[in-house]
């Protein structure tokens, strides 16, 4: 396994290493200690989410209040999808840049996104099933979204899908009607950087 750690900080690619035989693949996608060691983060899983995606669907950007926040360990296990993590930390050298990982089903990466971070993916392919490990248990009320086509972030969203054809974008009503960044700023919505990180390292 290699770590890589993101444009954002707190963010990290995790390469995986395949096992391929007569049957198929084998590989690890999460280690909890090797993570630890390459990147300092001890993740604790308290729930494990699945979703299925047509193409053309993209979820996010979402974040949780920190503390606790909800730290997120990503995988594709079928399809693919452009995972964007996004720094939504007022005060944080990186405020609003993002950085992107393809997770699909060929190369079989994984991101991880801290606490704090914002989460996106776009959907490029029928039926993409994104798998991820959460490090806090669901908490409606903590959770929050700041639109995935703010171009004042300007996520450079793919306009076509694996197969080449034309995207049509789909948000949920709750992500469409998602405020800017600017917006989310001004009504004391976002994590604030070094609560952030102080609360991070004192897990
Ligand atoms: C996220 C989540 C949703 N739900 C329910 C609420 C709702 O009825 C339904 C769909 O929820 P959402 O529309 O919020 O699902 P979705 O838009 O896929 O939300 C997810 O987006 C990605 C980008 C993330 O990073 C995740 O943490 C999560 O926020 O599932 C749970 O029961 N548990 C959960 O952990």
């Known amino acids: ?10 963010a990290w690619e995790i390469n995986t290493r395949h096992f391929g035989d007569d049957r198929g693949v084998f590989l690890e996608w999460f280690k909890g200690a090797l993570f630890a060691g390459a990147s300092g983060h001890d993740f ?23 503390p606790p926040g909800q730290a997120k ?8 999808v452009l995972d964007v993590v996004v720094d939504v930390r007022v005060g944080s050298p990186t405020y ?28 490029l392919e029928d039926g993409s099933t994104v798998m991820y ?3 806090t248990p669901y908490s409606p009320e903590r959770e929050h979204e700041v639109s995935p086509l703010d171009p004042a972030i300007g996520i450079a969203w793919p306009t076509t899908a694996r197969d080449g054809s034309p995207l049509t974008y789909e948000l949920s009503v709750k992500d469409q009607a998602a405020p800017s960044l600017a917006d989310a700023a001004e009504r004391g919505l976002l994590p604030d950087f070094a609560s952030t990180t102080n609360w991070i390292s004192s897990l």
């Open 1 to 10: 396994m290699e770590y890589r750690e993101l444009r954002v900080p707190g």
């Open 44 to 66: 604790t899983l308290a729930q494990a989410n699945c979703s299925v995606s047509a193409a053309g669907v993209l979820r996010g950007i979402h974040y949780a209040d920190v």
């Open 73 to 80: 360990y990503v995988t594709c296990a079928k399809g693919a």
């Open 96 to 123: 609003g840049q993002w950085d992107s990982v393809l997770l699909d089903d060929v190369d079989r990466k994984a991101i991880y996104i801290s606490e704090g971070l914002g989460h996106a993916f776009l959907s």
């Open 133 to 135: 490990l959460c490090s």
